[in-house]
């Protein structure tokens, strides 16, 4: 009998996992990511120094991502594993921060805050910036990389603890 009862509380565990699962709620460590997408692999690691690693398939999608605790993060890197970055967002609180990677020629980086239907364009050196940069693995060639961005300076000013990210690899 208690053979049965302990079956029968592991198959309900299971079950809340898949059900979480299905919707796209995952747990990731100590935080709960949301996809648009079910396909889209969404990792979150690290307590100070946090990463969330994304790998897009279809090369376009959306997450959010809640954060057990802020209090010891002092730095937020999100590594997008797609061939293009011709849209990104980031939004916490009220802020809504959107970026463009150029696909030809230097790859050129465009930042603008978003406000209301406006796109009010930022400069390196304000805190909504995020550094946006192209990381080749080594031995790959042509598409064999990411995207890392950095979360800006503001983010960690705010007592957010979660926050949405959407992204687009190129238009269609």
Do not use: K
Not at 43 to 60: C, F, H, R
Not at 109 to 114: G, I, S, T
Not at 122 to 149: C, F, H, K, T
């Amino acid at each position: 009998m208690r053979d049965l009862r302990m079956f029968m509380q592991v198959v309900a565990a299971l079950i809340v996992l898949l059900a979480t699962a299905c919707a796209g709620n995952l747990p990731a460590g100590d935080a709960v990511v949301t996809t648009s997408r079910p396909d889209d692999t969404v990792t979150v690691e690290g307590i100070s120094e946090v990463v969330v690693d994304i790998d897009s398939p279809s090369g376009i999608g959306e997450a959010t991502i809640e954060l057990a605790s802020i209090q010891t993060m002092q730095n937020l890197t999100i590594l997008l594993h797609l061939n293009g970055l011709e849209s990104f967002r980031f939004l916490y609180g009220d802020t809504e921060i959107g970026a463009s990677v150029s696909s030809h020629g230097d790859q050129t980086v465009r930042e603008y805050q978003v406000i209301g239907s406006e796109e009010q364009a930022i400069a390196p050196e304000n805190p909504l910036w995020m550094d946006i940069r192209y990381v080749q693995e080594e031995g790959e060639s042509g598409g064999g990389g990411y995207y890392e961005v950095s979360a800006p300076e503001s983010f960690y000013q705010s007592s957010e603890s979660s926050f949405e990210i959407s992204w687009i690899d190129f238009y269609r």
